[in-house]
Every structure is written in C-alpha cells, then in structure tokens.
C-alpha cells in the first residue's frame, strides 16, 4: 500500500502547456478545502470507489482537473484465513504483455527491486489554511478502487484501479479526454498485464516501522533461512536468552506482588488515621454545642430574674445532648456547696 507520503505524477493545469507533468509528494487521504483543520480525521478519503466518483460531491469536482497517478513497484493486501484469526498478507507486482512497456518498466529482470512499475489512478487536491500562507498548502492524493480481478479476487473483492503507460498519459491528459474516454481506455488495458502474488512474512509486513528487502520476500525462502539458523549456536544462546528472561519476569512479579501489600498496609493506616480525626472532631464539636447551650441558659435565666440551680430540670422542646459524667460531677459538687452556704 502506498505510505502516509506518497509519490505521484500530476497534470500540473497552473501552467500554459498542459503536457508538463510534475512529481512530487503528496499526503494519502485527501482534504478537501472546505476543511476547518487540514486533517483526515472527518474523511475516510484513502480510496475512491470509481463507480461511484461521478456522482460524489467530493470528487466529481477534481475530474475534469486533478488526475493523478500514483507509481509504485507493488503492493499488499491481506487475506482472510477461516481456520486461525491471523490474516495473511500477499504482495502483487504487475507483468506487462506488452514487450515495448516489458523493456521500458525492466521486466525482463525477475527481482523483486527491478519489477514492472504500476500505475494507479488518483485524483488530488490542496488544502491551505485560513491565512492563506503559502508554506501552509497541504497536497493530498486519493487512489481509485474497482471490482477486483480474476487473479486477485481470492484475496478481497476490491483492488485499486490499474492500468498501463499509455492509459496512464491519457489519464493525466486532463485536456483532450475526458473521464469517461478514460474509463473506457483503462477497462480495455486489462488484458494487457496480469497481476503475480506470493505470501510474504507478516510480522514484517505488519509493523510500519520495518523498511528492509525482507517486507517483500516469499514467505517459502523466509522460512527457509529462519529455520537453517535454529540450530546450533543459534538454539543455544536462544535457549539461554528464554531463560534469562524468564527469571527476570519472576523477580519482577515478585516484587510487584510485595509492592502492592505494602500499599495496601499503607491504605489500612491511612483510612485508620482518619477515622481518629474524624471521631476527635465530632467530640470537640459536641463539646462546643453544650457549652453553647449552658451560656445561653444562664443569659436567659438573668433576663427573667431568675436564677435555678443547674441541676433542676428544665422544660423545653428542644432535645438536649447527653451530659458527660465527668460535667455532671462538676454541677453536683456544685449543688452541694450552694446547699450549704444557704444553711448557714
């Protein structure tokens, strides 16, 4: 598949000779410039299916002025396998009939680095941002996709949209044909390529990071090698590596397991500690509101010019919080003492 940047060929409709052709890089998934943020995340614009690009507001616009064509030596697709969940990836290269476009394109040289060049049909576009600065023009590509073929339709039931050198020229040729001119052209282009595949490794195609020779070697010599160097040396030092790893994944359990007691013994004394506030808290607060209610009854008692022992009940509606023995020792040690000073 082609990368996030991708190499294309444009008809370049600025200039007064509508023959020049210009290659450059472009950004795949295009953005149309209605777009707020000159990002893909509201479009899916990776593909364009073309039997319906005629009648899509997104790109029925770019036809008549914004063909391209995307040139590659290959690419993947994944196959599904009813048996395990794992998909196997395929990479197809392109074989010409043709012997003129075989000696152009190097055909006669069967690597996988000197293959046929494809060519892909693809519309384009520019964004630029609200400034309308120069430096922030953002050009992005879109490739054509069709019912697949009879030599990849085990695979998926799409494929891009292929064709050869001359219905590439034409594609570009925005000027003399139009898009149904080229349609036609592309249709009758079939028979003159077939399309090769092999399996290649997954866990190579598979990670985007990987750019070796290895991403497009058949998976038969790629499985050869792998097993020629599992013996030997090789298996020992594997074997000793397996070995050491798995030790250092028990000590890292381990202390990860002693880790999490601690932390949970710290929890433990922590939610401990609150509930002490909290109870110290509730007793101060008691502590405040009988004092309030003592001072409030002695005010009243002087405003009516009377004056009751604290002892005595006193009627009222309102529920009156329990007295601490040690408080209710204090007022009838007090009781005692007024007792006697009126006896005498």
């Not at 063909?67 to 969940?85: H, Q």
């Not at 009758?188 to 290895?214: C, D, H, I, P």
Request: charged share 30%.
């Amino acid at each position: 598949t082609p990368s996030a940047s991708t190499s294309t060929s444009t008809s370049d409709t600025s200039t007064s000779d509508s023959s020049t052709l210009t290659l450059m890089s472009m950004k795949w998934g295009l953005v149309p410039p209605w777009s707020k943020t000159g990002t893909t995340e509201s479009f899916r614009t990776i593909n364009a299916r073309q039997d319906n690009v005629k009648n899509s507001k997104m790109y029925a616009r770019l036809l008549k002025s914004k063909r391209c064509v995307v040139l590659l030596n290959g690419y993947y697709e994944w196959m599904k396998n009813k048996n395990t969940k794992h998909k196997q990836p395929y990479f197809f290269q392109v074989r010409y009939n043709n012997s003129q476009t075989n000696n152009d394109n190097h055909d006669n040289d069967t690597s996988s680095s000197s293959s046929s060049l494809m060519y892909i049909a693809a519309l384009w576009d520019v964004w630029t941002s609200k400034h309308h600065d120069s430096k922030d023009r953002l050009f992005t590509v879109t490739i054509l996709t069709t019912d697949a073929r009879s030599d990849t339709k085990f695979v998926h039931d799409r494929m891009p949209l292929l064709m050869d050198r001359e219905c590439a020229q034409q594609w570009l040729n925005t000027t003399e044909y139009d898009i149904d001119a080229c349609f036609e052209a592309i249709a009758q282009s079939q028979s003159r390529f077939t399309l090769q595949s092999y399996a290649v490794r997954r866990e190579m195609v598979g990670n985007t990071r990987n750019k070796s020779k290895q991403c497009i070697e058949p998976l038969s010599s790629s499985s050869s090698k792998d097993q020629d160097r599992k013996t030997g040396l090789y298996r020992f030092f594997a074997v000793q590596k397996n070995e050491k790893n798995g030790s250092e994944c028990e000590d890292n359990k381990s202390d990860e397991q002693e880790n999490k007691l601690n932390k949970e013994d710290d929890d433990q004394e922590v939610e401990a500690e609150k509930r002490t506030l909290e109870h110290d808290r509730m007793d101060v607060d008691l502590q405040r509101a009988i004092d309030a209610s003592k001072c409030s009854f002695r005010l009243e008692q002087e405003k009516r010019g009377t004056k009751r022992p604290l002892d005595e009940t006193v009627e009222t509606n309102e529920l009156q919080p329990p007295m601490p023995a040690n408080k209710k020792q204090k007022i009838e040690d007090g009781s005692a003492q007024n007792q006697n000073q009126n006896q005498d």
